[in-house]
């Protein structure tokens, strides 16, 4: 699927507190979101620490993949904010819409339900 259609349901404005990219996860403390860290959701646009930035927090949402993922996978953070397969005790943020056959690709993910 080339032109792949988010439908967010809620989007929270949030202070940067780090540079975040645009497609990847946010953590709950403004950042972009780490390995095995809680996501509050994705960032609409890049942004810098200090700027508010949109985090769509709920729904069919577009992420940055961080390496191969298969349609129905749950899916967790990786080191630099991008969907990954969970795996272990990683924190679970949703499943993948889409699959990714390999890094830098954008796929839907459903979060949050």
């Given at each position: 699927?080339?032109?792949?259609?988010?439908?967010?349901?809620?989007?929270?404005?949030?202070?940067?507190?780090?540079a975040i990219i645009k497609h990847r996860f946010v953590a709950y403390t403004g950042?972009?979101?780490?390995?095995?860290?809680?996501?509050?959701?994705?960032?609409?646009?890049?942004?810098?620490?200090?700027?508010?930035?949109?985090?769509?927090?709920?729904?069919?949402?577009?992420?940055?993949?961080?390496?191969?993922?298969?349609?129905?996978?749950?899916?967790?953070?990786?080191?630099?904010?991008?969907?990954v397969k969970q795996a272990g005790t990683?924190?679970?943020?949703?499943?993948?819409?889409?699959?990714?056959?390999?890094?830098?690709?954008?796929?839907?993910?459903?979060?949050?339900?």
């Open positions: 699927m080339s032109n792949k259609t988010k439908k967010p349901v809620l989007t929270e404005t949030v202070t940067a507190t780090g950042k972009q979101a780490a390995a095995d860290e809680a996501a509050l959701g994705v960032a609409v646009y890049d942004a810098a620490a200090g700027d508010a930035v949109a985090v769509e927090t709920l729904g069919t949402l577009l992420v940055e993949s961080g390496g191969a993922l298969a349609v129905g996978d749950a899916v967790a953070a990786d080191g630099q904010g991008c969907a990683a924190v679970g943020v949703g499943r993948a819409m889409d699959a990714a056959t390999a890094a830098n690709e954008i796929i839907r993910i459903k979060m949050g339900g």
